[in-house]
């Protein structure tokens, strides 16, 4: 499959296209001001019904909590994440107020993640989506109700060196490319 550079084919917001995932972290803390201005954009996303599905539960590095998120990790995550300054587990709620189910929870709370990562990148932190990570145990441990979907974890930090990280990692630590909007944009019908 033909994928891009990671220049636009079109132009767009620089940090858009600037927002990756990196896995190396410096171990710099996240003030309680910085994380909170994360949420505070994930709070302004679009949703259905303006229903707001989205929840955040997270854990700041040496805290009692710390652990907690970092074992439900699979191995390969824990690895580069445990240098995270914090760990926040993403869950939307399935059904609206009235007890109807909401089609698009998952839909509207990636909207709110989105917002999270780009509002990171813009305090110079970056925010790492991970689906790397026991989905049952992240409902026990933080007693998560069953009205919530367990979406995905992230890691926040600073971007640390690559050659911080082991080598197999190192070779991974660079910016993605991505598929060719003739082959994701159709007009009319899918083609
Ligand atoms: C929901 C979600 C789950 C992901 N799970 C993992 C993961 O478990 N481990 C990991 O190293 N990266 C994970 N990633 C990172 C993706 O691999 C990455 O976003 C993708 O390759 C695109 O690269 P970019 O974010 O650098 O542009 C995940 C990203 C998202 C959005």
């Given at each position: ?14 940090r ?17 001001e910085?994380?909170?201005?994360l949420?505070?954009?994930?709070k ?60 698009t ?8 993640w989105?917002n ?18 026991d ?27 690559k ?11 660079q ?17």
């Amino acid at each position: 499959m033909e994928k891009t550079p990671r220049e636009p084919e079109y132009p767009i917001d620089d940090r858009i296209l600037h927002r990756w995932s990196p896995r190396s972290f410096t171990q710099e803390p996240i003030s309680d001001e910085q994380l909170f201005s994360l949420f505070e954009a994930a709070k302004w996303a679009p949703s259905s019904y303006n229903n707001q599905p989205w929840r955040f539960i997270y854990a700041k590095k040496n805290t009692p909590f710390w652990n907690d998120f970092l074992s439900l990790l699979i191995d390969f995550n824990k690895e580069w994440a445990q240098k995270a300054a914090a760990l926040i587990v993403i869950i939307s709620k399935k059904t609206f107020d009235n007890g109807n189910f909401s089609k698009t929870h998952s839909f509207d709370t990636g909207a709110a993640w989105q917002n999270l990562a780009l509002q990171a990148g813009s305090l110079g932190f970056v925010a790492h989506g991970m689906e790397g990570f026991d989905y049952e145990k992240a409902k026990t441990k933080l007693r998560i109700p069953d009205e919530f979907q367990v979406e995905a974890m992230v890691a926040i930090g600073k971007q640390g060196p690559k050659e911080q990280l082991s080598v197999a990692l190192q070779k991974r630590e660079q910016p993605s490319l991505r598929r060719l909007l003739q082959q994701t944009v159709f007009e009319g019908k899918f083609t």
